[in-house]
Structures are given as structure tokens and as C-alpha cells.
């Protein structure tokens, strides 16, 4: 996009944004796992999605609870962008930013903020989520909400692990969870990991 | 092509082409900056588009009555000295001359030829830009081809 192109675009997002046309305001970054692409609301972040596209049922779960009105704006995402640079710099253990969890089912709800409760550097089960959730038999279904969280890493469902001690599933990819697990005991080069972006130019 | 379900589908999906145009209308680049923020701020205020699949001939519908008003609220011809940013060189024939050609035009015969002759539209979403029928459209550009042709003789 041409200089041209990209000002009159963000006079545009801006305008749209004053006018309350623009509901959920996007951005996608780079992180040292990849691009992430990062949806905030009027209620806080809606969704941090491994990858620079949004995932379709995400997607849908966000013009259902928002409408269409869905435009590119960093400026709207700048603060969460900020807390993952320096969590991923080694620099935040927890995200002052508030998360809109609204467009779950109440099941999801519960699971996510008792997974909230685990802190950097500690791990927890899924069987003791769902107990701390309120339905101690329910750690499969715990499993399929995490695997659902669209918040990951500001929820961190990364700390969740299988009651055997290993890995369990990752929407990342286990060797993000991995990753992230290191960072929280300490275990990441000086300065930070390198930033891996969508593509090279 | 995916379903429009957010304005950012719309956005990505159009707005270079609209603001191109506008530019090729209007001559001028933040008054083209002005057309294409009105065009868009118009179709969210009424998103969705009326028609699924039509919401091209939606948006240069919005742009071309943006640009009408704005030539009746001046009452004066547009400058089309910004066409050389974006458009580009056809048949042998400069820009310069061309955009001289269609200064001459009214509004709605101007957006006629732009539309087809230099955006590339069908007559049938030229016409549902225009708001008119489609042999509507075709004596449009008819006419303006005649009058631009003439002009650069």
C-alpha cells in the first residue's frame, strides 16, 4: 500500500472510530512466535490469533456479538501489542489490559477465568481447572474450551498441562507452549527472542 | 469470492479502485482523500450492501453521487492535473490530453466514461453505479466518447 493509500486509509479508520462505526479495531504484529493478529473491542481484547488472519469461527463470534463494524486499527490495539513485546522480552509477568470474554458460552466463561487464576511461571492441570471451574469431572471438556481460548497468552492457557506432566494440546503449536513455558522460568536469550515476522520482504 | 461480512472485507477488497477513481473524477488528491472517506463512511453507515455480490457497483454508485454533489455544490469543472498518479497511459493517447478531453464532460457523462473506459466496469455495474438502465449507460459513454474524441482532435 502506498503512502498515499495508507494516510487516507487511517484518516478514514480514524473518522470511523470517532463516529462509533468502527466496533472491534485489529492490528497484526510480530512476536518471536509469529505473527499474531490481535482484535480489541469496547469491552477489552476480543481475540490474539496465531497467525496474520483471523480464524473464521473467531471471526463469525466477533461480527455476531459486534456486528460488521471490524476495521484495521493498530492504534486501537497499541496497548496489548505493548504488554506482549515486553512479556515476550521477558520484561511483564501479568497484562494489565482487560479481555471481553462475552462472546463465549458461560462453560467457556468459567474455564478461562479460572485459568487466569494460574500465575507466570506456575502450570496447572486440566482436571484441576475444571474443578476450579466448578465441575471436577469435566477436564475433557476444560481441554476443548482451552483449545477454544481465542485470548491465548494474555489467558494463559499455555500453563495448562495433561495430568501425566506432559504437554497436552497447543492452538499454536506445542513448541509455542513450549517456548512460552521457557520464558516463564527465565529460559530466554538476553534482550529477548528475535521477532519472527509473516513474511520477509 | 468470500461473502463482505465486515467493513474491513469491504475495505481491503475495494478501496484502492475507489479512491483511484475518485482520483480520476475530481483531479485533485485530497479531495479524492475526501470522496473516498465519504464513499466509505456512507457504506458503513448503511452496511450491508443492498445486493450480495453487487456491493462494487454499490460502492462506485455511493462515489459517483459524492462526486456529483460536490461539482453541484461548487458548480465549477474539477482539475484533473493528479490523473498522471494513477492512471495510466492508454492507447497511445497521453494522460494530459485525456484528462483535458474529459474536463470538458459533464458530471454524470464524466463518471460514465471513467467508469467503463478507464475503470474497466461492465455496462451492467456501470449502470447500477449510475443508477440508470443499462442502455442509459451505453448513450452516456457514447456520448462523452464523442465528446472526447472531439476534443482531441
Known amino acids: ?201 | 469470492m468470500t461473502e463482505i461480512t465486515t467493513f474491513a472485507d469491504l475495505l481491503e477488497r475495494h478501496e484502492r479502485e475507489i479512491f483511484a477513481y475518485a482520483l480520476r473524477l475530481v483531479g485533485d488528491r485530497d479531495e479524492a482523500d475526501d470522496v473516498y472517506q465519504e464513499t466509505f463512511l456512507a457504506a458503513f453507515r448503511s452496511f450491508p450492501p443492498p445486493r450480495r455480490g453487487q456491493e462494487r457497483a454499490w460502492l462506485y454508485r455511493i462515489a459517483t453521487n459524492k462526486v456529483i454533489d460536490r461539482a453541484r455544490r461548487r458548480k465549477r469543472l474539477v482539475r484533473m492535473d493528479d490523473l498522471r498518479l494513477v492512471a495510466p497511459e492508454r492507447d497511445g493517447t497521453s494522460l494530459a490530453d485525456l484528462s483535458a478531453a474529459i474536463k470538458v464532460l459533464p458530471a454524470g457523462q464524466r463518471a460514465a466514461f471513467v467508469l467503463r473506459k478507464v475503470q474497466g466496469l461492465e455496462y451492467a455495474d456501470v449502470a447500477r453505479a449510475l443508477e440508470c438502465s443499462e442502455d442509459a449507460a451505453r448513450a452516456r459513454v457514447a456520448e462523452a466518447m464523442k465528446k472526447v474524441r472531439e476534443a482531441m482532435k
Open chain 1, 1 to 201: 500500500m502506498n503512502d498515499l493509500m495508507t494516510d487516507a486509509r487511517e484518516r478514514l479508520v480514524a473518522r470511523a472510530r470517532r463516529e462509533g462505526l468502527e466496533t472491534v479495531g485489529y492490528r497484526v504484529m510480530d512476536s518471536p512466535l509469529g505473527p499474531l493478529w490481535i482484535a480489541v473491542g469496547p469491552k477489552g481484547v476480543l481475540a490474539i490469533h496465531y497467525g496474520a488472519e483471523p480464524d473464521p469461527g473467531e471471526l463469525g463470534r466477533i461480527v455476531r456479538t459486534y456486528g460488521p463494524g471490524l476495521l484495521p486499527d493498530a492504534r486501537r490495539a497499541d496497548a496489548v501489542a505493548r504488554e506482549l513485546d515486553q512479556y515476550f522480552a521477558g520484561k511483564r509477568r501479568t497484562f494489565d489490559v482487560p479481555v471481553d470474554l462475552s462472546p463465549l458460552t458461560a462453560f467457556q466463561r468459567r474455564i478461562l477465568r479460572a485459568t487466569a487464576q494460574v500465575g507466570f511461571g506456575d502450570v496447572s492441570t486440566y482436571a484441576k481447572v475444571a474443578r476450579r471451574a466448578g465441575n471436577e469431572k469435566a477436564s475433557r471438556a476444560a481441554g476443548q474450551a482451552l483449545g477454544g481460548n481465542p485470548i491465548p497468552i494474555v489467558v494463559p492457557c499455555h500453563r495448562i498441562l495433561a495430568s501425566d506432566g506432559s504437554l497436552g494440546g497447543y492452538a499454536g503449536g506445542l513448541d509455542a507452549k513450549r517456548r512460552l513455558l521457557q520464558l516463564e522460568r527465565g529460559l530466554i536469550p538476553p534482550g529477548g527472542w528475535p521477532k519472527k515476522p509473516a513474511r520477509q520482504s
